[in-house]
């Protein structure tokens, strides 16, 4: 037979396909660069636009800032270089000039939205302030917090060339513009040892920068002292010679990162379609070539080390002799490992890994078997680094006889230590580092297991600390929880290896002493806790101290679940936290009686005002002088079910604690306000207002709301305050005492005397009244000392034109002292008990009728 073609050589066939896949290759190469060349110039066009955007937002922030502090420093040169300002500041202020006149007063305030103006003497102190608009005695150091002696120092420089000095503060923690400049006649004037400073401050408020935010589109403008708390952009630092730093953040529109956004899913979704008909193309190429190949191929049968490989996934090889002697690595094997293949070659498998050599050849006999598993084995690298990994193996036969093993070997050192880790986390604290519930409850539930005795009892310490929750209100949850981490370090170094810590969450922790045997070397270590806990702690330039409470159960006295153990801890804990501060309380039965009588009393207390159980009473306060009925204190009374008539002292702490305070507040101040309006109009109704009402900011919405209800005059109603209102937060206590003054009600401190800075609160609140608590009446009419101390009170009283009033009035003798004291009311059981309102009226129109 002949052919009258040329038969396609084998070699060529080769070379056919091998030219139809790289041009298919480089078709797809071709494709994809096109798409990743258009995707980075998309992508670089957008982070361009965003940078443009940037940059021209920054400019615009400088140029607002530059222009605001151009127009107070021209403000601040005509003031401070005005021969009238040197002549009314000279020697000393003329505050009618100044302020009344309004020269250098509050119309500084209205028209350029200044927060505070002061005239420093040439020895810094403060000759003159005003503080949002209103004369103020605070000094300027105390009211900037930076280095203001500084800042004058160059105004004094600058003022040579008459120009000012400005620079960057803070002020109540809020970052600020300060202005200083010397008060001269003349430019010719150089005495500058005898001059005073002019200062003006311009607190960069939420405010404020809301303004700049909408007049210059500065989306979420943000003023920082110092560095900004991260590096994005954009961002504008401040910072002069002198003070701080002050950092401008603020967001960025972003419009690159929008567009982008649009258009890089079209690309994808254009890329991903085109992908497809590639792909299409080029197995159809494919195809094609194989048709070709293998007409003229012999099939080859693989060795079988090769179709081995392929059947395994590794990450390097290994083969060994029937004995196995290694006799091959593959190359990933040194670079893997950075041993040398050679160095290993000849010798055991065993060397190299720790497995067991009749575990390798039965899992080589069972390779093909279903659901085989790898054999777990360790090694060490060059750097004698453990590894963690996994030996696969099959056996290497010619016909039935066994020539040898061979296999790959995975890593999963990674696999394992993530693992481990994850199994460290799921039983201890994220924060802390110290035991979870989960680990806790885990290790109660065994050591209860194993069995306990008298001789071997177990403590559980249930801790919560004293004085937290004022670290974090007052420096932020970042040094709270280093405040944590440090009493954890503390925790743990008073107690035994055998011992356990957990934190539950929050500012509650748990030790389980194992090793204590009695009940003394519990209090011991109780003791030792208490101690170590109350060490002051210092973060951040902060010095900072809490303390701990701590209620302790044991096992097997009080109880053998960790259930019970930890429920009756935390019981223990709450009558050791009733009692005080830094204390410790051992668990009894009745404690859990006090608690179920304590929730009961609750639930009765939810259910008394819905079912009008609570009753008002009203003592008479009375003139001292004349004994006339001037006003009357309302006083709560809870009519209950089963229990009687409750005084306040039994259900009020409850109501202050479950928040139900506020609700019996607004009863007592709207049933207060009724009845007085049935009264004669110069009579006033005193009303106490707990110190919980001030730790909400709607106090004077809510009496606000009481006044338009009922009617009532405001002068008519005055709210009887505790000093501890003010211990808690000074400034919070502060604002919301104005906001109830501008409603126009008369604020009283009551049971005044009893807390160790009444006097500097008189100085500074506005307070129309003081009460002097009872225990300073109590024996006035017997020691020259309590007379003394009570003229003492009403004549400061009198020189702070604050009416006085004397409480606890129970004896004649009391009642003469105090009028011959000069003391303007009193109030007390020897004048008049609590009475029913029907009864304090009919009191009132008798009279009227004398």
Not at 8 to 18: E, G, R, V
Not at 171 to 185: K, L, N, S, Y
Not at 319 to 324: A, G, M, N, S, V
Not at 484 to 508: M, Y
Request: net charge negative; hydrophobic share 40%.
């Amino acid at each position: 037979m002949t052919h009258n073609s040329d038969p396609i050589l084998p070699n060529d066939a080769a070379s056919y396909t091998a030219m139809a896949l790289m041009a298919s290759r480089s078709f797809i190469y071709v494709i994809c660069g096109l798409f990743l060349t258009v995707g980075l110039m998309l992508i670089y066009l957008s982070l361009s636009l965003d940078e443009r955007q940037v940059l021209h937002s920054e400019t615009d922030a400088a140029r607002m800032l530059e222009g605001r502090q151009d127009k107070i420093g021209t403000v601040l040169a005509d003031d401070a270089f005005w021969i009238d300002a040197f002549s009314y500041t000279y020697g000393s202020i003329n505050t009618a000039w100044a302020f009344e006149r309004d020269n250098i007063g509050p119309s500084l305030f209205s028209t350029y939205d200044l927060d505070g103006v002061f005239i420093i003497g040439p020895n810094a102190e403060t000759r003159y302030g005003i503080i949002d608009g209103e004369l103020s005695d605070i000094d300027a150091s105390e009211w900037i917090t930076g280095d203001l002696p500084a800042l004058l120092a160059k105004a004094r420089r600058e003022s040579v060339e008459d120009e000012i000095a400005y620079a960057y503060f803070s002020v109540r923690g809020t970052p600020a513009v300060v202005f200083a400049a010397v008060i001269r006649p003349d430019n010719s004037y150089d005495q500058f040892d005898q001059l005073s400073y002019l200062v003006y401050a311009d607190v960069l408020t939420d405010s404020k920068l809301m303004v700049i935010q909408e007049a210059f589109n500065l989306r979420g403008l943000k003023a920082n002292l110092g560095a900004a708390p991260d590096a994005r952009r954009p961002q504008l630092t401040l910072q002069e010679d002198v003070g701080d730093m002050v950092t401008l953040q603020w967001e960025s529109e972003a419009l690159g990162r929008s567009v982008l956004s649009k258009f890089l899913p079209m690309l994808f979704l254009l890329g991903v379609v085109v992908a497809m008909l590639v792909k299409n193309l080029r197995r159809r190429i494919i195809h094609a070539s194989e048709m070709i190949e293998a007409a003229q191929r012999a099939l080859q049968v693989s060795e079988q080390r090769f179709k081995n490989i392929s059947e395994a996934s590794s990450d390097w090889i290994w083969e060994t002799d029937r004995d196995q002697i290694l006799i091959y690595l593959s190359e990933r094997f040194t670079q893997l490992t950075g041993l040398p293949c050679h160095d290993w070659i000849g010798r055991p498998l065993s060397e190299l890994l720790t497995y067991d050599t009749t575990v390798l050849a039965s899992a080589a006999e069972h390779c093909n078997a279903a659901g085989r598993k790898p054999i777990l084995c360790e090694m060490r690298d060059s750097n004698d680094s453990l590894h963690y990994c996994q030996l696969f193996v099959r056996e290497v036969r010619v016909g039935d006889q066994l020539q040898g093993y061979q296999g790959t070997v995975c890593d999963i050192t990674q696999e394992t230590e993530a693992k481990a880790r994850i199994e460290h986390i799921s039983h201890h604290d994220s924060l802390t580092g110290l035991a979870n519930r989960h680990r806790l409850n885990q290790y109660l539930n065994d050591r209860l297991n194993q069995g306990l005795s008298g001789d071997r009892p177990l403590f559980l310490l249930a801790l919560d600390l004293d004085r937290f929750k004022p670290i974090n209100d007052t420096f932020g949850h970042a040094t709270g929880d280093l405040v944590l981490q440090k009493v954890a370090d503390a925790i743990s170094r008073c107690i035994r290896e055998t011992d356990l810590v957990a934190r539950l969450g929050g500012d509650e922790f748990i030790v389980v002493a194992t090793d204590c045997r009695t009940y003394e070397h519990a209090e011991r270590l109780c003791q030792r806790l208490i101690e170590e806990i109350n060490q002051p702690i210092r973060i951040y330039g902060n010095e900072v101290s809490v303390g701990t409470s701590i209620g302790i159960a044991a096992a097997p006295y009080h109880g053998l679940t960790a259930e019970d153990l930890l429920r009756y801890g935390d019981i223990a804990l709450y009558e050791a936290k009733s009692k005080g501060r830094n204390l410790f309380q051992f668990y009894e039965p009745a404690m859990n009686e006090r608690i179920m009588e304590r929730r009961q009393l609750e639930m009765d207390m939810r259910q008394a005002l819905h079912r009008r159980e609570f009753r008002l009473v009203f003592q008479p306060r009375y003139n001292a002088t004349t004994q006339k009925i001037v006003g009357a204190e309302a006083l709560v009374r809870w009519l209950h079910p089963t229990r009687d008539l409750l005084s306040p002292a039994c259900f009020i702490p409850l109501a202050e604690e479950t928040g139900l305070i506020f609700e019996l507040s607004d009863w007592v101040l709207h049933e207060a306000c009724l009845n007085a309006l049935s009264w004669h109009d110069n009579v006033l109704v005193s009303v106490n207002l707990s110190p919980m009402e001030f730790q909400r900011n709607d106090v004077a919405d809510r009496i606000a709301a009481v006044i338009e209800r009922t009617g009532i005059a405001p002068q008519r109603l005055e709210l009887e305050i505790t000093e501890s209102v003010m211990l808690e937060d000074a400034t919070s206590a502060l604002t919301m005492m104005k906001k109830l003054k501008a409603l126009g009600v008369r604020l009283s401190m009551d049971d005044f005397g009893t807390g160790y800075s009444s006097l500097g609160y008189l100085r500074s609140y506005p307070f129309d009244g003081i009460k002097i608590d009872r225990s300073f009446i109590m024996d006035l009419d017997q020691t020259q000392s309590s007379e003394a101390l009570v003229n003492a009170i009403i004549s400061m009283g009198h020189a702070l034109a604050l009416t006085v009033t004397a409480e606890g009035i129970e004896t004649a003798e009391q009642l003469g002292k105090v009028v011959e004291l000069a003391c303007d009311q009193a109030q007390g059981f020897y004048l008049g008990r609590p009475v029913s309102p029907m009864q304090f009226r009919q009191v009132v129109e008798e009279m009227e009728l004398s």
